[in-house]
């Protein structure tokens, strides 16, 4: 279980620009898409 | 744009808030997973350039979406999917590799782990005598150090032997006259798990005329599998180290050998950093 963990955040931690790009983009698409 | 637009827009986004609905949580879990492997694949294939393309395509809509309300908003959605199939389109063969490259690590890790460092040492050991024997002696040969994940089409277009490894017996394969010699050997952690493989040739004309089919097939195989080939020529006798399509190591050294296999039983195998099992 603790190795689990440690993958989990190991795998969190890396390409965070990556993911918080990923995350806007995704924001504004969710955005563009629901908004009437 | 006014002021009263953008209020406007505000109070519609605040609205779509008010009304949240789980299929808007969704669409940004999938959105957010599709960009960041969009990305990732990008990034791995070093086209950063075009990671700021997707974005420019992405914010242009998001303006002209914004400025006219008439437009289909779907239109954006069709866009992401379009640059996505784009995107695994272009780079099929890297985004097989990396799916191929997770292979099996648990099963060889088990092996690994009940073999002592010195049965390692002893096989990385044989196989840098034979590779240097047989450069010595200008025998050509193609091994392919596989972690169980080569394509099936791959092993059974040769034939299994499932063998201990030692320097004798891979000598005895790739001995000119012997019927397996002209093919990929496969070792698979402590085992000769094929011989006289067929791999699939890279196609390109950036390759120097000395290179010659066994290299391409070394090429072609790091091409579509995470592995790593070492090639002896049979012209020349020059040992090389070839990795992820590219050729590592024009001339390797015994050291060079040596590292190249301690990555792969201590690093590959293992899953593990360093030399400790």
């Known amino acids: 279980m603790k190795n689990f963990w440690n993958k989990f955040w190991t795998a969190l931690k890396t390409n965070i620009p990556l993911k918080l790009l990923a995350l806007v983009l995704a924001g504004v698409c969710v955005l563009l898409i629901n908004v009437p | 744009m006014s002021k009263e637009y953008w209020a406007d827009y505000w109070k519609r986004v605040v609205d779509m808030f008010n009304g949240f609905d789980i299929h808007y949580l969704l669409e940004f879990i999938v959105l957010t997973v599709t960009f960041y492997y969009v ?25 002209a979406i914004s400025l006219d309300r008439n437009t289909d908003s779907y239109v954006t959605l069709i866009m992401i999917a379009l640059l996505s199939v784009l995107v695994i389109m272009i780079f099929n ?31 990385m050991d044989e196989i840098i005598r034979a590779v240097q024997h047989m450069s010595k002696n200008d025998i050509g040969a193609l091994i392919v150090l596989s972690n169980e994940n080569l394509p099936e089409g791959i092993i059974s277009s040769g034939t299994v ?38 791999l699939p040739l890279i196609q390109t004309d950036a390759l120097p005329q000395e290179v010659g089919s066994r290299h ?22 020059v040992i090389s180290i070839i990795k992820n399509g590219e050729i590592k190591k024009r001339y390797a050294s015994d050291s060079d050998l040596k590292n190249e296999l301690s990555n792969y039983y201590w690093t590959d195998l293992t899953g593990k950093e360093g030399k400790s099992v």
């Open chain 2, 216 to 237: 391409r097939a070394a090429l072609g195989v790091t091409t579509v599998a995470a592995v790593t080939s070492i090639v002896v020529s049979e012209e020349t006798g």
């Open chain 2, 161 to 198: 032997i499932d063998a201990n490894i030692n320097a004798p017996m891979i000598e005895a394969v790739f001995y000119p006259k012997a019927p397996l010699h002209d093919g990929a050997m496969i070792i698979e952690g402590e085992k000769i798990h094929a011989a006289g493989c067929f």
């Open chain 2, 39 to 63: 990305f990732k694949i990008l990034k791995d294939n070093k086209c950063t350039k075009v990671i700021g393309g997707f974005v420019a395509v992405i914010l242009t809509l998001a303006v």
């Open chain 2, 93 to 123: 063969t890297e985004i097989k590799r990396s799916i191929l490259g997770t292979g099996n690590k648990k099963h060889i890790k088990k092996e690994v782990d009940s073999a002592t460092v010195r049965d390692i040492e002893f096989i």
